[in-house]
């Protein structure tokens, strides 16, 4: 059994999401269920609680919005792969290429070692990238930092351009994607999760707990072979574990190490957001596609957040899933090649 102390700390940090969760809603905030949990996560990690999410409660989470995106799917996607496929190649080539930049500026300003600043500054795959990072000599707690600024930040400025960029605000994301159309729907659902989770981690699939019930159903439900349903109580405690997980991620000791190199990790992030932002802008030129969509299509990570925004705020979640998910291999691709291009392009003392 948990400690008294510890389920008291439990108890108070789903009080305090819910709160900070219905203040956001109140206001029209899309993905306020993911957005408050973290918030309010944020505030007990940083003030000592020590709370920690079970993996396997973040991979069931995850697995539940790779259901939530495949319910969103149609046979559209794929004509947008097609019809698009150059452009999307870009965007994603673009953004590895920015972050790629600014883990390069980060090195010769010495403000990380070369290694650190490229898996720390790599656009997807938070989990992933800190898991990697230490296998190629990086310091997987300051990736780990870099990364999860990154996550929150994307998320608190994504929500705030789709709370502004949306024609009509809507206060949740579950509502109209989490219909009950009955028990056997939910069960496939459930079924669906599982059997995709499960086959994606047996074959080490980066980001798998979620990446395999998208896949398997967005192949299903498109099809129509399989009518994707959750309940909703379900997917908003997905949305607040995967909140609570990356608020969590930030705890006194990270803050500490990474207090001299806080001002560039937050300057460096902060203008990937803006530069991938511009490049969304760019991208509305180019296709018949809205801003809103645009932006979250380009902004840098992580999948899971981008996608329950996507959701709720009724972007064209076809054309941001496929650049996320593309993006997330690619960055898995050429993480250990630009790693090492950055640790080789800066003098041996610059990453000392």
């Given at each position: 059994m948990l400690p008294l102390r510890i389920l008291g700390l439990?108890?108070?940090?789903?009080?305090?999401?819910?709160?900070?969760?219905?203040?956001?809603?109140?206001?029209?905030?899309?993905?306020?269920?993911?957005?408050?949990?973290?918030?309010?996560?944020?505030?007990?990690?940083?003030?000592?609680?020590?709370?920690?999410?079970?993996?396997?409660?973040?991979?069931?989470?995850?697995?539940?919005?790779?259901?939530?995106?495949?319910?969103?799917?149609?046979?559209?996607?794929?004509?947008?792969?097609?019809?698009?496929?150059?452009?999307?190649?870009?965007?994603?080539?673009?953004?590895?290429?920015?972050?790629?930049?600014?883990?390069?500026?980060?090195?010769?300003?010495?403000?990380?070692?070369?290694?650190?600043?490229?898996?720390g500054s790599s656009p997807g795959g938070a989990s992933a990238m800190v898991a990697m990072a230490e296998d190629f000599g990086a310091d997987p707690r300051l990736v780990a930092f870099m990364q999860y600024v990154r996550v929150a930040a994307v998320v608190f400025s994504a929500s705030l351009a789709a709370r502004f960029l949306m024609e009509t605000p809507v206060p949740g994301a579950s509502a109209d994607v989490a219909e009950v159309t009955g028990p056997l729907s939910v069960f496939a659902t459930l079924a669906v999760a599982i059997v995709g989770a499960g086959a994606a981690l047996a074959l080490r699939v980066p980001a798998g707990a979620q990446i395999g019930p998208m896949v398997l159903g967005s192949l299903l439900h498109a099809t129509g072979l399989v009518r994707m349903a959750l309940p909703v109580p379900l997917l908003e405690l997905a949305y607040a574990c995967i909140g609570i997980y990356v608020g969590l991620r930030f705890t006194r000791e990270t803050l500490r190490l990474t207090f001299t190199a806080l001002p560039g990790i937050l300057a460096a992030t902060f203008s990937v957001i803006a530069l991938c932002a511009a490049w969304g802008w760019g991208l509305t030129l180019l296709l018949p596609i809205d801003l809103l969509t645009a932006v979250l299509a380009t902004s840098p990570g992580g999948l899971d957040s981008v996608a329950i925004i996507a959701v709720g705020s009724k972007a064209d979640v076809s054309f941001v899933l496929a650049v996320q998910t593309l993006r997330l291999f690619v960055v898995l691709l050429t993480g250990p090649l630009l790693a090492k291009w950055i640790s080789r392009s800066v003098p041996e003392t610059a990453i000392r």
């Amino acid at each position: 059994m948990l400690p008294l102390r510890i389920l008291g700390l439990w108890a108070a940090l789903a009080a305090a999401s819910a709160a900070v969760s219905y203040g956001l809603m109140q206001a029209q905030f899309p993905a306020a269920l993911l957005l408050g949990p973290m918030i309010a996560a944020i505030a007990f990690g940083v003030g000592g609680s020590r709370l920690r999410v079970p993996r396997a409660a973040f991979q069931a989470s995850q697995a539940a919005i790779g259901c939530l995106v495949a319910h969103a799917v149609t046979g559209q996607i794929a004509q947008t792969l097609v019809e698009d496929g150059p452009l999307i190649v870009a965007v994603v080539l673009v953004t590895v290429a920015v972050s790629g930049l600014v883990g390069w500026i980060l090195t010769r300003l010495r403000v990380l070692p070369g290694t650190t600043a490229a898996w720390g500054s790599s656009p997807g795959g938070a989990s992933a990238m800190v898991a990697m990072a230490e296998d190629f000599g990086a310091d997987p707690r300051l990736v780990a930092f870099m990364q999860y600024v990154r996550v929150a930040a994307v998320v608190f400025s994504a929500s705030l351009a789709a709370r502004f960029l949306m024609e009509t605000p809507v206060p949740g994301a579950s509502a109209d994607v989490a219909e009950v159309t009955g028990p056997l729907s939910v069960f496939a659902t459930l079924a669906v999760a599982i059997v995709g989770a499960g086959a994606a981690l047996a074959l080490r699939v980066p980001a798998g707990a979620q990446i395999g019930p998208m896949v398997l159903g967005s192949l299903l439900h498109a099809t129509g072979l399989v009518r994707m349903a959750l309940p909703v109580p379900l997917l908003e405690l997905a949305y607040a574990c995967i909140g609570i997980y990356v608020g969590l991620r930030f705890t006194r000791e990270t803050l500490r190490l990474t207090f001299t190199a806080l001002p560039g990790i937050l300057a460096a992030t902060f203008s990937v957001i803006a530069l991938c932002a511009a490049w969304g802008w760019g991208l509305t030129l180019l296709l018949p596609i809205d801003l809103l969509t645009a932006v979250l299509a380009t902004s840098p990570g992580g999948l899971d957040s981008v996608a329950i925004i996507a959701v709720g705020s009724k972007a064209d979640v076809s054309f941001v899933l496929a650049v996320q998910t593309l993006r997330l291999f690619v960055v898995l691709l050429t993480g250990p090649l630009l790693a090492k291009w950055i640790s080789r392009s800066v003098p041996e003392t610059a990453i000392r």
